[in-house]
């Protein structure tokens, strides 16, 4: 346990680091609030070290038992951490709803307490949306290209956060070339993305802010209508694209931008499954919309049709339209996307689709078997044979996905929160997606939840950020004993 707090107090003093880039946006801006990150970051520096320095003596290698203690310690604490300028610069807010904004930008979720997003200081619309930046690919998996320079490994890490299959697939001989490699693909994909939103015209702030929010696939915008502000075609187009491209494998990205070549795509059966689910969805709602009169052409109600499924469904949650208003099986189905469609390496939440996949294929493979019982059925994602412990670790996942989902919206509807936005909320907040329906839908936020309300969908953003799994076995009896 000290030998997790060294790392812990090592990690605090190093996130002081990301401090520096709202610094210098409110030099550039003038907007009166560096010495208010100045000195948070400074909080964070002085307590960090102070803790690393009180375990020194306890520095040790961390074993893969440690790995998930330090994963889910440092979500927590690294949300307090980006909490402190909220709470100096907005003194008006609560440590509940400070910390449930940092929640929400680290885990990459987009809901937000906030409002008068547009007159918000531009550092600090800059800071929230870098939160969903760095918890994109995790702060951990940064964190793990740091870590061995510090004497600590960082394997166990790795294993601990990463989801799926990609924690075999090492992309070059070391773990910390592994990181570097992640980090340089979501980097420059990042460039790109604010060059584009900035010739489809967008300001810098808002190509960077936005960009920022999409790469994490979180929801955070610079105004209170989100990209419903600016009413532009082309952006939401270049948003769409984006937002594809974060709810895919880094690591297909990387392969492919290393080899030159699309095939690590079309290679790949998520990439496939995401596309066309995607795609079909998209047509389906979108005749929703023109038949039920909600749109007046065929060409408006595609595109309002295309942004919204793709930002709901990637678990984003940047808003252009307020689907809320849309006929009811809109809003639910695109929900029920939010649950699956994301890839395993994506910054995307939910079950994720290597999972959704592996079930059919076990459904599938049950039918073969009532047929044939004593026949042995492997099952195979594409093309590759699943070997059955992830099978049964992918079973357990989900049983533990949705016993999450009922007992927490249990938790609301006891608290008095009514059926639809407290099922909604919940989804929204283990799918790390953002906007539920009704009043957290899409044109309304979570500052009307009550601090037991706000807490419960805190948890659910961690617990969906970290897989479950990585935070439930941390209450098992095995975890602790020796």
Request: charge should be positive; glycine fraction near 8%.
């Amino acid at each position: 346990m000290l030998a997790v707090a060294h790392v812990l107090g090592l990690m605090m003093a190093f996130f002081a680091t990301t401090f520096i880039m709202p610094m210098v946006c409110s030099i550039i801006m003038q907007d009166g609030m560096f010495i208010d990150f100045a000195l948070a970051a400074g909080i964070n520096v002085v307590l960090g070290l102070l803790i690393a320095a009180l375990t020194r003596r306890h520095k040790r290698e961390l074993k893969a038992r440690d790995g998930f203690l330090l994963v889910t310690l440092a979500w927590i604490l690294m949300s307090a951490s980006a909490s402190v300028p909220l709470l100096i610069a907005l003194p008006e807010l609560s440590f509940t709803d400070a910390y449930f904004e940092a929640v929400s930008g680290l885990t990459t979720t987009g809901s937000t307490v906030l409002t008068g997003l547009d007159h918000l200081p531009p550092s600090i619309n800059l800071w929230r949306h870098a939160l969903h930046w760095f918890g994109g690919i995790g702060i951990i998996v940064l964190a793990v290209a740091v870590l061995p320079l510090l004497g600590v490994g960082g394997m166990a890490l790795y294993r601990a956060e990463t989801p799926g299959p990609i924690k075999d697939e090492k992309l070059t001989p070391r773990i910390t070339e592994t990181a570097k490699a992640l980090w340089i693909t979501y980097s420059g994909i990042t460039v790109v993305g604010i060059v584009a939103l900035r010739l489809a015209g967008m300001n810098w702030l808002d190509a960077i802010c936005h960009t920022f929010s999409v790469m994490g696939l979180g929801g955070f915008s610079t105004r209170d209508s989100s990209v419903g502000y600016f009413d532009s075609p082309l952006i939401e187009a270049v948003l769409i694209a984006l937002m594809i491209a974060a709810s895919l494998n880094f690591a297909r990205h990387f392969v492919a931008i290393r080899n030159r070549s699309l095939s690590p795509y079309r290679q790949d059966p998520e990439v496939r499954a995401v596309l066309t689910i995607l795609s079909v969805s998209i047509l389906g709602i979108a005749a929703l919309l023109f038949f039920h009169g909600v749109y007046h052409s065929v060409p408006e109600s595609l595109r309002h049709a295309a942004f919204a499924v793709v930002s709901v469904a990637s678990t984003t949650g940047l808003v252009s339209q307020n689907w809320d208003l849309w006929p009811v099986f809109a809003p639910i189905w695109m929900l029920f996307l939010s649950c699956i469609v994301c890839s395993t390496g994506s910054t995307g939440g939910g079950i994720k689709m290597f999972r959704t996949l592996m079930l059919v294929q076990q459904a599938r493979r049950e039918m073969k078997q009532i047929v044939h019982p004593s026949g042995v059925i492997p099952i195979r994602v594409g093309g590759q044979v699943i070997p059955e412990r992830i099978v049964a670790s992918v079973l357990a996942f989900i049983f533990l996905y949705f016993q999450t989902i009922a007992v927490l919206t249990f938790l609301l509807l006891l608290s008095g929160m009514d059926l639809v936005p407290a099922f909604s909320s919940i989804v929204a907040s283990v799918n790390n997606m953002g906007p539920g329906v009704g009043p957290t839908g899409p044109a309304g936020n979570y500052q009307w939840l009550s601090n037991f309300q706000t807490w419960v969908c805190t948890i659910a953003m961690l617990l969906g950020r970290l897989e479950i799994l990585s935070v439930l076995v941390l209450f098992s009896s095995a975890f602790w004993r020796k």
